[in-house]
């Protein structure tokens, strides 16, 4: 493979983690109006997960 599409996988890939434990810190401790365990679970799918997140779960967090 080129090196180029392995930066991308990699790039990808810690994109991923990153925005699921953000995803996850911010439905834990502010206050969501979805339900927690699903959403938690949500995230947690690869790389589906977090572009859920991005587009439908950000709209339920409550801001003060």
């Given amino acids: 493979?080129?090196?180029?599409?392995?930066?991308?996988?990699?790039?990808?890939?810690?994109?991923?983690?990153?925005?699921?434990s953000k995803a996850i810190y911010l439905i834990l401790t502010k206050d969501f109006t979805?339900?927690?365990?699903?959403?938690?679970?949500?995230?947690m799918i690869g790389i589906i997960g977090p572009i859920l997140w991005i587009t439908r779960g950000k709209k339920l967090i409550v801001q003060k």
């Fill in 1 to 20: 493979m080129h090196p180029i599409i392995i930066l991308i996988i990699i790039a990808i890939c810690f994109w991923s983690v990153f925005t699921t």
């Fill in 34 to 43: 979805g339900d927690k365990p699903t959403w938690i679970l949500t995230v």
